[in-house]
């Protein structure tokens, strides 16, 4: 196949308008710095394969995001990767900034327990609640996901039910 250069500028551009987002995806569902940059560049090599095909029945976002979270699911469900994942569990580290350190450090713990407590949704509940706090509407959320708006507001309540008692057990915020 060969590749013009438009194709790759197009490319280029829409990863560049999503790479934050799609790093955030690809470590919600991994639990160490390696295996969530081997789904990033697995995503990244699905978008590249999957933009030629792109009819813009949907926005260009939610293209990406359905493209995305679909070889997410496939590469947290193959028996490959999860019986590394049970071997390999260190938490990402956030760098904190310079200007206050105490403060930074505190937010990032509460991004440490927010992300430990997302991790251990169901890979569905998961994959709705990222969308979610991406800030996807329950539309977009339908069209990414197959599931019904409906069945996306019920799963979104769970999950948020779920995410709230594992943060704050004693019921405090």
Do not use: C
Not at 22 to 39: C, P
Not at 63 to 84: C, E, G, K, M, P
Not at 140 to 159: M, N, Q
């Amino acid at each position: 196949m060969k590749v013009t250069s438009a194709t790759q500028l197009e490319f280029e551009e829409v990863l560049r308008r999503y790479i934050p987002a799609l790093q955030r995806l690809a470590w919600s569902y991994t639990r160490n710095a390696a295996e969530s940059e081997d789904l990033f560049q697995e995503i990244t090599m699905a978008l590249w394969r999957a933009l030629p095909r792109f009819r813009q029945d949907s926005s260009e976002r939610t293209y990406v995001y359905r493209v995305a979270h679909n070889t997410a699911i496939s590469f947290v469900t193959s028996d490959r990767r999860r019986s590394a994942r049970e071997h390999l569990g260190e938490p990402l580290a956030e760098a904190a900034g310079p200007d206050d350190p105490e403060r930074d450090a505190i937010q990032n713990q509460r991004i440490g327990r927010l992300r430990t407590a997302v991790q251990e949704l169901p890979v569905y509940d998961r994959q709705i609640i990222l969308l979610y706090l991406e800030g996807l509407s329950a539309a977009e959320i339908e069209a990414v996901t197959g599931f019904s708006a409906g069945s996306v507001a019920t799963r979104l309540t769970r999950a948020r039910h779920r995410l709230a008692a594992q943060l704050h057990p004693e019921g405090k915020p």
